[in-house]
C-alpha cells in the first residue's frame, strides 16, 4: 500500500514421525509386592511426538504406571510402550513371594501327612497369616517349626525344604506317627540352629547335616531309630559330639 510492501518467510517442516521405540529390558523377574522401572527410549530423538502410554496384558500379574511395574500376583504379563504407533514390550514372570513358598512348602507337609486330620487342622491354611499357624513361627526373615506332639503327623516327611531355608528351628517331638527318614532337601536349610527329633518312630538319620550351623541337637526316644549317628552329628561312642551343648542321644544299635 502506497508504494510500501511487507513479507513473511513461511518455511515448512516435515513432521518427523517415530520410528521405533526401545525398552531397556526385554523381560523381568520378580516376586510379589516387588517393583521395577522400565526406561522407554523413542527414536529418532527429534520426533515430533514423543510422548510413551504404557499398558499391560493383565494388571492382576503385573500392573504398569509410567513404566513402573509393580508384581501383584503369580503368573506372567507382557508389560508394553507405545509411541507414535511404534511398540516395544517387556515379558514380566511374577514369583511366589517368600511366605508364600514357605507356605507351599509346608502344605506339602501337610498333604503328606495326614493334615486333614490333625488335631490342628483348622490352623494351618492358606488363607491366615503365617503366624497364626499352629507350630509355625516367622519373624525377622528367620522360620521356626515345631511340632510338638498336638498334631498327630503320620508318615514321612516329604522331599519339600528347600523352600524353607530361612528355617532356624526344626523341632519334632512325642510325635509316633512320623515315620521313615529326613528326605536329602534338608540340607539346604542353611540357616538351622536347632534341631530336636524326639520321640518319633523315625527309622534312621542319613546324613543331611553337613554344613548346616547347628548349635543345638537332641535325638533322643527314637524306639524304631537303628545304625549309627551320621558323621556330621555323632562321636565314634554313639553320643552326638560338640557343639551341640548338653544336648545328647544315640541310636540304638543297628
Given at each position: 500500500?502506497?508504494?510500501?510492501?511487507?513479507?513473511?518467510?513461511?518455511?515448512?517442516?516435515?513432521?518427523i514421525a517415530v520410528e521405533a521405540i526401545e525398552l531397556n529390558q526385554a523381560s523381568l523377574t520378580l516376586e510379589i509386592g516387588e517393583t521395577a522401572s522400565l526406561t522407554?527410549?523413542?527414536n529418532p530423538s527429534d520426533a515430533a511426538d514423543k510422548s510413551v502410554s504404557w499398558s499391560?496384558?493383565?494388571?492382576?500379574?503385573?500392573?504398569?504406571?509410567?513404566?513402573?511395574?509393580?508384581?501383584?500376583?503369580?503368573?506372567?504379563?507382557?508389560?508394553?510402550a507405545s509411541a507414535g504407533g511404534k511398540e516395544a514390550s517387556c515379558s514380566v514372570t511374577v514369583n511366589p513371594g517368600v511366605v508364600d513358598r514357605i507356605k507351599a512348602a509346608l502344605m506339602k507337609i501337610y498333604d503328606a501327612m495326614d493334615g486333614p486330620n490333625w488335631a490342628v487342622a483348622e490352623k494351618w491354611d492358606l488363607?491366615?497369616?503365617?503366624?497364626?499357624?499352629?507350630?509355625?513361627?516367622?519373624?525377622?526373615?528367620?522360620?521356626?517349626?515345631?511340632?510338638?506332639?498336638?498334631?498327630g503327623l503320620k508318615g514321612e516327611f516329604p522331599d519339600c525344604f528347600g523352600d524353607l531355608t530361612s528355617c532356624v528351628l526344626f523341632w519334632v517331638q512325642n510325635e509316633p506317627g512320623v515315620s521313615?527318614?529326613?528326605?536329602?532337601?534338608?540340607n539346604s536349610l542353611k540357616n538351622l540352629k536347632r534341631l530336636v527329633?524326639?520321640?518319633?518312630s523315625m527309622s534312621s538319620l542319613p546324613d543331611v547335616f553337613g554344613g548346616l550351623p547347628l548349635e543345638d541337637v537332641s535325638i533322643n526316644g527314637n524306639?524304631?531309630?537303628?545304625?549309627?549317628?551320621?558323621?556330621?552329628?555323632?562321636?565314634?561312642?554313639?553320643?552326638?559330639k560338640e557343639p551341640y551343648r548338653a544336648w545328647f542321644g544315640t541310636v540304638s544299635p543297628g
Amino acid at each position: 500500500a502506497g508504494g510500501k510492501e511487507a513479507s513473511c518467510v513461511v518455511t515448512v517442516r516435515s513432521i518427523i514421525a517415530v520410528e521405533a521405540i526401545e525398552l531397556n529390558q526385554a523381560s523381568l523377574t520378580l516376586e510379589i509386592g516387588e517393583t521395577a522401572s522400565l526406561t522407554a527410549t523413542v527414536n529418532p530423538s527429534d520426533a515430533a511426538d514423543k510422548s510413551v502410554s504404557w499398558s499391560s496384558s493383565d494388571s492382576a500379574v503385573a500392573s504398569v504406571n509410567n513404566g513402573k511395574v509393580t508384581a501383584v500376583a503369580h503368573g506372567t504379563a507382557t508389560i508394553t510402550a507405545s509411541a507414535g504407533g511404534k511398540e516395544a514390550s517387556c515379558s514380566v514372570t511374577v514369583n511366589p513371594g517368600v511366605v508364600d513358598r514357605i507356605k507351599a512348602a509346608l502344605m506339602k507337609i501337610y498333604d503328606a501327612m495326614d493334615g486333614p486330620n490333625w488335631a490342628v487342622a483348622e490352623k494351618w491354611d492358606l488363607s491366615k497369616d503365617l503366624n497364626d499357624w499352629e507350630g509355625i513361627r516367622y519373624k525377622n526373615d528367620e522360620l521356626f517349626i515345631q511340632f510338638n506332639g498336638q498334631f498327630g503327623l503320620k508318615g514321612e516327611f516329604p522331599d519339600c525344604f528347600g523352600d524353607l531355608t530361612s528355617c532356624v528351628l526344626f523341632w519334632v517331638q512325642n510325635e509316633p506317627g512320623v515315620s521313615g527318614v529326613l528326605p536329602p532337601s534338608f540340607n539346604s536349610l542353611k540357616n538351622l540352629k536347632r534341631l530336636v527329633v524326639s520321640f518319633t518312630s523315625m527309622s534312621s538319620l542319613p546324613d543331611v547335616f553337613g554344613g548346616l550351623p547347628l548349635e543345638d541337637v537332641s535325638i533322643n526316644g527314637n524306639s524304631c531309630m537303628t545304625g549309627d549317628l551320621p558323621e556330621s552329628l555323632g562321636s565314634s561312642d554313639g553320643y552326638l559330639k560338640e557343639p551341640y551343648r548338653a544336648w545328647f542321644g544315640t541310636v540304638s544299635p543297628g
